[in-house]
């Protein structure tokens, strides 16, 4: 388990992360937004409902801390070809 996935387990107290709570923090995106883009599979993670069409849209904590640990390294990757660190 990373960091980041422990941290996500912490902050939010389960593996089904809802996606109302999740979508500004790591998306940038109002929840209209995401919802739209949940509805047709544009989120850059998969998401997933736990029930009918009515229920909650929900992101898996591990594949969201895989996510941001990706965009981190992609980070840190780029930061060291700019400055040849």
């Avoid at 980041?4 to 992360?17: E, R, S």
């Avoid at 937004?33 to 009918?52: F, I, M, T, W």
Wanted: aromatic share 10%.
């Amino acid at each position: 388990m990373s960091n980041t996935h422990f941290a996500l387990l912490a902050k939010y107290g389960d593996t089904n992360i809802p996606l109302e709570k999740c979508c500004e923090d790591y998306f940038g995106i109002a929840l209209k937004k995401a919802l739209d883009y949940a509805r047709s599979n544009e989120l850059p993670v998969p998401v997933y409902r736990l029930g009918s069409q009515k229920s909650k849209w929900f992101v898996d904590a591990k594949v969201l801390a895989d996510h941001i640990d990706k965009k981190k390294q992609d980070a840190m990757n780029d930061w060291k070809r700019v400055t040849g660190n």
